[in-house]
């Protein structure tokens, strides 16, 4: 590959990267933080959901590497590339949390399509294709369960 696409797939997926970083820590804080009669089903989901997270986070920034550019490695470079943002307010109740997640993911797996798109269409990297669409499956997985969970 050129070294200018690989700086480009590199940009593409810390997107991805600043991405989860922000959906990790919000789930953690869910987590943590979560109270109600559901506690027991949503803490053990959200644990869950953060060790996924944590899967995706590492292998996306590694392909980074892979590609030749710089993984995203500070907070602050996480938000400051992440399209997603925080839910930094107050703890919500355990459907705002659900409700705010199934939205999250919804975004994230259409940044996935868009990413997936560009490298099939502008460049050669199968590699980074085939993790993507793996990721992409797993996240409407998760879309599918957390749709479930608001009754749809
Ligand atoms: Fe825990």
Redesign the pocket.
Known sequence: MKQKEKKLIAERLNVLVANTAVLLMQTLNY??NLKGPEFNDY?KLF?QQYDDLFVYLDDLAERVRVVDGIALGSMDAMIKHATIKEDKGKVPTPQQMIQKLFEQYEYQIAEYRDVIKFLEKDTDDFGSINLLEDMLMKHEKTMWMLRSLLGR
Do not use: L
């Open positions: 987590h943590w803490h644990n």
